[in-house]
C-alpha cells in the first residue's frame, strides 16, 4: 500500500519508495502517461479504451467489449484507488471521471546519470518542454 505522496516529502526514502511502488506497475505507467495528454477529466471508459488499444496494439476503434471489460476491472478494482490514494490523480466515481491532480505537475522523474537508478526533483512539467 502507498501512503499518500507530498512534495514536502520528496527528499525523503519514503517517497522514493512511493513513487517506485506505483511505476512498478505498467497498467499504472500507462494509465498515467495517457492521462498526462488530456488537460482536463477523462472518462474512466475513455482510458481504459486507450489502455487496452495500447495492450493489443490495435486502434482504439477496434477495442473489442471483452478487451476493456479485462482493464476496466483492473483499474477500477486495483489501479485507480492505488493512484487516488497516492494522490496522483482523483476520481469522480459518480460521473466516472478521472483527472490528475497537481502533484504531478510539480515532479519530474528522470534517469540523471549512470550512478541515479531514478532521479525524482521538484519542479514544473511545463519548465520541462
Avoid: C, K
Amino acid at each position: 500500500m502507498v501512503e499518500r505522496l507530498r512534495l514536502e516529502q520528496v527528499d525523503t526514502p519514503e517517497f522514493l519508495d512511493g513513487i517506485h511502488a506505483l511505476l512498478a506497475d505498467s497498467t499504472r505507467r500507462n494509465a498515467l502517461r495517457h492521462l498526462t495528454t488530456y488537460s482536463g477529466p477523462v472518462t474512466v471508459y475513455r482510458l481504459t479504451t486507450e489502455l487496452a488499444a495500447a495492450e493489443y496494439r490495435i486502434p482504439t476503434t477496434d477495442v473489442q467489449p471483452e478487451q476493456r471489460r479485462e482493464i476496466d476491472l483492473l483499474l477500477r478494482h486495483a489501479h485507480l484507488p492505488v493512484l487516488r490514494d497516492a494522490g496522483l490523480l482523483e476520481w469522480d466515481r459518480d460521473r466516472d471521471l478521472v483527472s490528475l491532480t497537481s502533484l504531478l505537475d510539480h515532479l519530474s522523474v528522470t534517469i540523471a546519470s549512470p550512478h541515479n537508478v531514478l532521479d525524482i526533483s521538484v519542479s514544473s512539467r511545463l519548465e520541462l518542454s
